[in-house]
């Protein structure tokens, strides 16, 4: 009911813009020969938007009437035209004039950034910023953002873009703030080392240099280490010279890039993805924590739980000779995930299976990788890796099973316990209800 108030009181607002009528001020826009006049509402300008309000407050009608009649030269009326439209109809804007707003997102930015109750145009500008940075910090232009903006940009974890990437850009924008600082820092005195971190205040502790590679560090960051919080800067040499030592900061972890060319998942994303993918290529993890995400390969979904079914029928019919592949398990109940990597062909035939590059996991939730458990096959016991049974579904020596009466049952009989594989993934033995499980073959991009 309100909903539908304020959809037809936002229609009610773009029909009285559209009135030849009861307006009280004349907008001059563009320059010549491209100038429009627009007709508006002093009281609804004023209170949707503080930037107009303070171009119409030296611009008020007088007693005798006369209409008030202020210029903006600097926008162009066919843009001017979608922002009115937004003060009046909010909605408007947003669902018919996005590829406007991308195309000049910088005047969009500044009108919406400057009014509270330009809420939604505000949360648009952010995520095409977050979502798609290239349209925007790779833009000849956005060193001319405010520092609020570009503040939201670098903070969000959702931010698609390296971290070499992001830091980069800050160093552009604070030299483009900073325009008689000559770019090579190697020319700075201590004085333009502390006005550039000044500068710079707000945005350094969003940067997460622990992300970056040792290279990344010592050609992009170390030039410019007299900008740092000193114990910053030890700690991150101490980082990349012993991994293995204790930062007094909190670390962040990588942001979450999108990997939907990686994965289409539902139950894992970017980071165990990366974390597998480093297991599987016996990649030390130890030290890669929180650097760039790892993902030299390409997730392609055969089998999907909640879409497929869950009887071992549909595992073989949509499993059996595909090799590398990945299983991953939702728990019931809770967040956790278990799984495993075989590199062999999936059979239905009664058989074990001989490989010594097979391996189970865990992790308490895909948020959480300190706590993930990597259990590889026992040296010893490599010739009972894994178990092909058309009653079965992914079935990792004795240590995962998955089990079902016949082939046309779904599972009845899931649980973990250690036998084959090194390590314990799971604390209980007890079999468990599968919520979801999908299995993935991985292709090298």
């Keep these: 009911m309100v909903t539908q108030f304020f959809s037809k009181l936002s229609q009610n607002y773009i029909e009285l813009l559209k009135d030849n009528e009861y307006y009280d001020v004349t907008i001059e826009v563009g320059e010549d020969p491209n100038v429009k006049i627009f007709r508006a509402h002093m009281n609804i300008l004023c209170y949707r938007s503080p930037y107009l309000r303070r171009i119409l407050a030296s611009n008020k009608k007088n007693n005798d009437n006369v209409l008030a009649h202020i210029k903006l030269s600097n926008a162009s009326s066919e843009i001017f035209q979608i922002i009115l439209e937004y003060i009046y109809g909010e909605e408007y804007l947003i669902e018919n004039k996005s590829e406007w707003l991308e195309q000049h997102f910088e005047f969009t930015q500044q009108i919406s950034s400057q009014s509270i109750n330009l809420l939604k145009l505000q949360e648009f500008c952010t995520n095409l910023m977050v979502q798609s940075p290239e349209k925007i910090l790779k833009s000849l232009n956005f060193t001319s953002l405010p520092e609020k903006s570009l503040i939201s940009i670098i903070k969000s974890d959702d931010l698609q873009m390296k971290e070499i990437e992001v830091w980069e850009h800050v160093l552009k924008w604070g030299l483009a703030q900073n325009p008689g600082l000559i770019p090579d820092p190697k020319t700075w005195s201590d004085d333009e080392f502390k006005i550039m971190r000044n500068t710079l205040q707000h945005c350094l502790p969003l940067v997460r240099f622990f992300c970056l590679s040792s290279k990344e560090f010592s050609q992009k960051v170390r030039p410019y280490q007299k900008i740092l919080n000193q114990q910053l800067y030890e700690d991150l040499l101490n980082f990349y010279l012993e991994p293995d030592s204790v930062s007094s900061h909190n670390i ?46 390409k997730f392609e979904l055969l089998l999907r739980g909640s879409r497929d079914g869950f009887t071992p029928k549909r595992f073989h019919e949509l499993c059996d000779n595909k090799s590398n592949t990945v299983t991953f398990i939702k728990v019931k109940g809770t967040e956790e995930i278990i799984g495993g990597y075989n590199p062999l062909e999936w059979k239905s035939s009664s058989s074990w299976g001989e490989t010594k590059d097979s391996f189970i996991f865990s992790f308490k939730n895909k948020n959480n990788f300190k706590d993930a458990i990597l259990s590889n096959v026992k040296s010893m016991d490599c010739d009972v890796a894994l178990w092909f049974d058309d009653f079965n579904g992914p079935h990792f020596g004795n240590d995962i099973l998955m089990e079902a009466p016949n082939e046309s049952i779904d599972y009845d009989l899931v649980y973990c316990k250690q036998v084959f594989y090194e390590k314990k993934i799971r604390d209980s033995e007890a079999k468990f209800t599968v919520e979801d499980y999908e299995i993935f073959q991985i292709v090298k991009k």
Excluded: A, H, M
Excluded at 256 to 261: L, P, Q, T, Y
Excluded at 269 to 292: A, L, P
């Design 252 to 297: 962040q972890r990588p942001r979450k890039i999108k990997v939907d060319e990686v994965i289409c998942s539902l139950i894992v994303d970017s980071g165990i993805v990366s974390t597998i993918s480093r297991w599987i290529d016996k990649v030390d993890v130890n030290d890669n924590n929180f650097k760039e995400l790892y993902l030299p390969y």
